[in-house]
């Protein structure tokens, strides 16, 4: 999924795939499937990485890269608020940023060094652990581990 007609749709069917009839607003799946709480907005992110990946193969320059994550972890972050955020995912439409910004900043490619593919080994990593924090939050809080005790003197 690298070329842009693919992004674009994908793009589409994430943020613009509905209209909500008599009105100019659209939602995509982003919308519908962060109504499975953490689950569904984890998902979605994960497929925004795909316009994340496609600017950094084509050698967007790294703080257009680390704005399309900013992007992401907002949606994210916003997504996790039970229904309020799922009626904000209507409106900050992460992927259609992101895939604006690609098409402005993607027009010399340039081949990609070893430091660029850490970079987004380094923004996988920290989508993930973004995703992750909240079901370690989880995890905790229904194992029964007490916790920890700090002692000032």
């Given amino acids: 999924m690298g070329d842009l007609g693919s992004l674009r749709s994908l793009q589409r069917l994430l943020d613009e795939a ?12 982003d919308a519908l499937v962060g109504l499975v709480p953490w689950a569904g907005d984890v ?8 316009i994340l990946v496609a600017a950094h ?6 703080v257009v890269q680390v704005r399309m994550l900013l992007n992401l ?11 309020a955020g799922d009626v904000a ?8 940023r992101n895939m604006t910004l690609l098409e402005r900043h993607a027009a010399s490619p340039m081949p ?3 430091g660029d593919w850490w970079f987004v080994a380094g ?9 992750a924090l909240p079901l370690l939050l989880l995890y905790w809080l229904l194992s029964g581990v007490p916790a920890p005790q700090f002692k000032l003197w």
């Avoid at 923004?123 to 995703?131: D, E, G, L, N, P």
């Fill in 18 to 29: 509905f209209r909500v009839p008599g009105t100019r607003i659209r939602f995509g799946w």
């Fill in 73 to 83: 972890a907002i949606d994210l972050a916003i997504g996790l608020v039970p229904f």
């Fill in 123 to 131: 923004i996988t990593a920290f989508v993930f652990s973004m995703a």
């Fill in 112 to 114: 990609a060094t070893a």
């Fill in 57 to 62: 193969r084509r050698r967007v320059p790294g």
């Fill in 89 to 96: 995912d209507v409106f900050w439409k992460a992927n259609t």
């Fill in 43 to 50: 998902l979605t992110a994960l497929l925004g990485l795909a």
